[in-house]
Structure formats: C-alpha cells, structure tokens
C-alpha cells in the first residue's frame, strides 16, 4: 500500500510546474521543468485514480447496498466496483515503477566493449558473431553505430572491438548485457563433431559527456608508441598510437585505430571519460546498496550471465532463469527486445521489493 501523502504529492507537483510552464516566468530551468512535467504527465491520471478510489468504491457500495436501487443499477455498479479494484492495483504499481530512484545513466548513448575469451580462435569468431548481433539490433532499431577500435584475429573472427551506439535511451537498452557470454557448438575445424565451449567479455558503458567527468591534466600520464595499424592489418611508421593513463583510478586506455596521433587521444578520452564516469557510478551504488546486491545489472565482466547452444538452438539468461528456443533469430536481433523486456521486468520488480 502506498502512502496517500506521496501520491498527493504527485498531483500537487504536476499542477505546480503546470501553472509555472504556463505563466512563462521559468528562465533558465524551463527544459529541466518541461521535463519533469512531462514525466508526471504520464503519472498524473492513475495518482488522481489512486487518491480518488476510496471515495469511488464507497459510493459504489452505496448502490450497491440500497434496498430502492434497481437490479440493473445495482449490477452495472458491481461491474464497476470490479474494474475500479482491477485499475487500483495496476495503478499502484504503475506509481510504484514511477517512484523507483532513476538510473541517471539510461537516456544516455553507450559505449559497447566486446572481448574474446577463453577458447582460443573460436572465443574470437564468437565475439565476432556478437558484435554482428548487436550491429543488427543497432540497424533494427535505427540506432546509430560506430567503431572506435577494432583488433581482428585470424579466420574473421575478433580480438576486441570497441564502438558507440548513439540512439534514444541506449543505455537503458543495452545494460544488462554486461559480462561474460558463453557459447557451445562445434566449430568449423571439429573433424569429429565434438562441442566445444568458448567465451567471450561485453562490457556497455554509459557514454560520459565532459560535463559528466572532468579529467585533469595532471591526472593524465600519456604514452605514444608505433601502431601495429587497424586491426594487426598494416604497420604505421609513426608514433601515432596512444595510452592514457588515469592516475588516480588507474584506469588504462590504448587507441591505435587512427593514423593521426590526436584522433587516437580524442578516442581513448572518449573512453576513458566513460570508464571513470561508470566506475564512480558503481562506487557509489556499491555505498548506497550497502551489501544488497542485485541479480541483475551488476555490471561485472568476469559473471557469466548468459550461453548460447547452437546444437539445441537455445539461448538462456542465467540471471532470471529465461530460455528463449529460437537462437538463430536470436542472432539476427530478431527477437531481443523479448530477452531485454524480461530482464528489465525481473529488474524493476527487485527494486519493487525493496521498496520501502
């Protein structure tokens, strides 16, 4: 049960930035304000519902109780009453949803990492397969994609590669996908048809804006080297290549893709600023949950969090116990709205029951 006095509050916030926006005299704050108010726009209508339930459902009894009301009276109210008992509950979780803490991180752009495992050259044709799975939810959704560093291996199949994905609440989208992905099937060069299991590390962080992270200069040791070319592809003749490191987190980051020494450094800042921007993230929300841990979205590589069976065509979320038997479409980013829609589902009821 909610407490009225928070859904009230609600309902006098909407009708206060209501009457501010409508007057004009917002100033600066009026994007901030504009906002808010279309959030409590499409929150408004079930708080009103919420508040206004008791005093509905008491004036529905009353019909229904009145010896003098007519039987068809009395059964249309009945039908009412239900329906009004029916929307209470969906309105109340729908305020609940509303009231969970926002993940500031979700309306921003992403930056995805995709590493090969253990498994050798078949971890890397799987990460390989990876990137052209995310490539075509991307492409799917008209989200718009972009490498930023890419080490290929032998046979097609790659090492690392690094890219943004820019698009309307990215982040939200691709969050859960953080950590270690599994893949068993038999590869291409299995003579005896034996299944084999490889691995491969995603990592999607919120992409930081400078305004987000502000990184010193003093904080900055940066090293230039030769570049080894895109992807092991070519050798570079210039120390173009770049590793920055962040002093105090220690975070490392090396760019070689560009020929052009400063390209690389706008690159790897890129990265790094979203590196630190998500490692103080996690810092903070580690403080905040105080040992409560959630199953979902912890964000840690090193946790295996879903497998991939090519030879039973199934892909399974080890996090939320969800099997989906159609790996294949799976794969072409057909159908992973339906894995991204249950893992936010079982996320947002986690948060629901820690609620206080």
Do not use: C
Request: glycine fraction near 6%; aromatic fraction near 6%.
């Amino acid at each position: 049960m909610l407490p009225d006095t928070k859904v009230q509050n609600l309902i006098i916030k909407h009708a206060e930035l209501e009457k501010e926006l409508s007057s004009g005299n917002v100033g600066k704050s009026f994007a901030d304000k504009s906002r808010e108010y279309s959030e409590l726009n499409e929150i408004v209508k079930e708080a009103k519902e919420y508040i206004e339930f008791e005093k509905n459902k008491n004036e529905l009894e009353k019909i229904i109780n009145d010896t003098q009301s007519e039987k068809d009276i009395k059964d249309l109210a009945e039908l009412e009453l239900k329906d009004l008992i029916k929307n209470k509950d969906k309105n109340e979780n729908k305020i609940k949803l509303f009231l969970l803490p926002k993940d500031e991180a979700d309306t921003k752009n992403a930056i995805i990492e995709i590493r090969a495992g253990t498994g050798g050259l078949e971890a890397s044709l799987f990460a390989s397969d990876l990137f052209k799975m995310y490539e075509k939810v991307s492409h799917k959704k008209k989200w718009l994609m972009e490498i930023i560093n890419i080490s290929k291996s032998e046979a097609g199949g790659l090492k690392e590669v690094i890219a943004t994905i820019k698009g309307k609440n990215i982040y939200s989208s691709l969050k859960y996908e953080s950590g270690v992905h599994r893949v068993q099937r038999v590869p291409d060069t299995e003579t005896q048809g034996r299944v084999h299991t490889s691995a491969a590390t995603v990592a999607v962080l919120p992409e930081a804006e400078e305004v987000d992270v502000k990184i010193e200069d003093k904080d900055l040791r940066i090293d230039v080297f030769r570049s080894s070319g895109p992807g092991g592809q070519s050798v570079n003749t210039t120390d173009s290549a770049v590793r920055i490191t962040h002093i105090p987190s220690g975070i490392v980051v090396s760019q070689q893709d560009e020929k052009s020494q400063i390209r690389n450094k706008e690159k790897g800042l890129k990265i790094l600023r979203s590196r630190i921007y998500e490692h103080e993230r996690q810092k903070r929300d580690a403080e905040r949950s105080q040992d409560r841990k959630s199953k979902i979205g912890t964000g840690d590589r090193s946790e295996r969090i879903r497998t991939y069976n090519f030879p039973q065509g199934r892909v399974t979320d080890h996090r939320i116990n969800f099997t989906l038997h159609k790996l294949e479409e799976f794969m072409q980013g057909e159908i992973f709205d339906e894995m991204i829609e249950n893992l936010s589902i079982q996320a947002q009821q986690e948060k629901l029951s820690n609620l206080r």
